[in-house]
């Protein structure tokens, strides 16, 4: 899903720069917030970061025959709300763009909302949706993290398409050129950054119910 | 639990391992390429005038070098996880009365009033 440095026209680059930046400083906000009002889960939010950190760097292969990488930025949406991935994930997308020429300073605005802001958004709403509907807690994050990461990838493919129209069939032909490189590679990695956002629940249920608590996170469930 | 998560891992391991086992799909340049340089191949066999108007400040100066950095990227975020799970999970047995921990300190006790009554 990364863009890579310079692939987005400045005025492109500008506006979702733009876009990204009142999420940025409620994120920023909701740090605050969280480590000020529940000191306790600090650390379970610099995990939350972390598990994104392990997950957006893994490359991993696709039954397409390309290779891509989860997110990583469901499990933080869930737990803490989706504001603050917006700045976890903009540290991740910074390390990689200074560091691993992976995305870029000027495509970064964009990067950041396809990863940090549309995913964790969908993971939330999937995953209270999913709750609200009686889903067992299993399924709801599994749901949330799967289409968060798939959502990163459409978001991503639709920002290519509205730079780059296809001369002939305009942005709905380019949309589903680009979908079809990164939204069907994206489908088994979406089944696994689930399953492992479960995996990831599933321990902390058993050994972190007390920040879980400290977040009211599935109140009462308890193995 | 245990049980669950093991067949979690497995079934992520099987999702990820069966793309290399299974044929690839006919004409590709290259097996495995990542989705983001295809996206960009796109981008410039769509529009071969679009010039990138920036370059990275900083380019990792050969694969190796690329993948030390991922590498790194992968085990600080491991890592801290890993950090924080042993953390709870200690925290949360010290609190059971019958777990081995409390039974080798209770013994560590008994050991040390042994050697004071020996004084």
Redesign the interface.
């Known amino acids: 899903m990364h863009i890579m440095e310079g692939f987005l026209p400045p005025i492109h680059a500008a506006a979702w720069g733009l876009a990204s930046l009142p999420f940025l400083v409620m994120g920023a906000r909701s740090v605050a917030r969280v480590t000020r009002e529940h000191p306790r889960a600090k650390l379970l939010l610099a995990s939350a970061g972390a598990f994104a950190f392990v997950l957006s760097a893994l490359k991993i292969p696709s039954v397409t025959g390309s290779s891509s990488h989860p997110t990583g930025t469901g499990l933080g949406a869930i737990l803490f709300g989706p504001s603050v991935m917006a700045v976890l994930g903009a540290i991740v997308l910074l390390f990689q763009a200074l560091l691993l020429a992976h995305g870029g300073l000027t495509t970064l605005g964009a990067n950041i909302f396809s990863m940090a802001i549309a995913g964790p958004w969908v993971a939330y709403g999937v995953y209270r949706l999913a709750r609200a509907l009686g889903a067992p807690l299993s399924l709801g994050v599994f749901l949330a993290a799967a289409l968060a990461d798939l959502a990163t990838y459409l978001v991503t493919a639709a920002q290519l398409a509205l730079a780059f129209p296809d001369p002939v069939s305009g942005f709905l032909g380019a949309l589903t050129k680009f979908g079809s490189i990164f939204a069907l590679t994206q489908v088994p990695l979406a089944v696994i950054e689930g399953l492992l956002t479960v995996l990831v629940v599933n321990l902390l249920i058993q050994y972190s119910r007390d920040d879980l608590d400290e977040l009211a996170f599935a109140p009462g469930v308890v193995r | 639990?245990r049980r669950?998560?093991l067949w979690?891992?497995a079934?992520?391991l099987v999702?990820?391992v069966?793309?290399?086992i299974?044929p690839?799909?006919r004409g590709?340049a290259e097996?495995?390429?990542?989705?983001?340089a295809?996206?960009?191949a796109?981008?410039t066999a769509?529009?071969p005038d679009?010039q990138?108007?920036?370059?990275?400040?900083?380019?990792?100066p050969s694969g190796e070098i690329?993948s030390l950095?991922?590498?790194l990227?992968?085990a600080?975020?491991?890592?801290?996880?890993g950090y924080?799970?042993g953390?709870?999970?200690g925290?949360?047995q010290r609190g059971k009365p019958d777990s081995d921990r409390a039974r080798h300190s209770d013994r560590a006790r008994h050991d040390a009033q042994a050697v004071d009554a020996r004084d």
């Open positions: 639990m669950i998560n979690l891992v079934a992520v999702v990820a069966l793309p290399l299974l690839l799909p590709l097996p495995f390429a990542g989705a983001d295809q996206a960009q796109a981008i769509a529009q679009y990138p108007w920036f370059r990275p400040l900083w380019e990792p690329e950095l991922f590498a990227q992968a600080l975020g491991a890592g801290l996880l924080y799970l953390l709870r999970r925290e949360s």
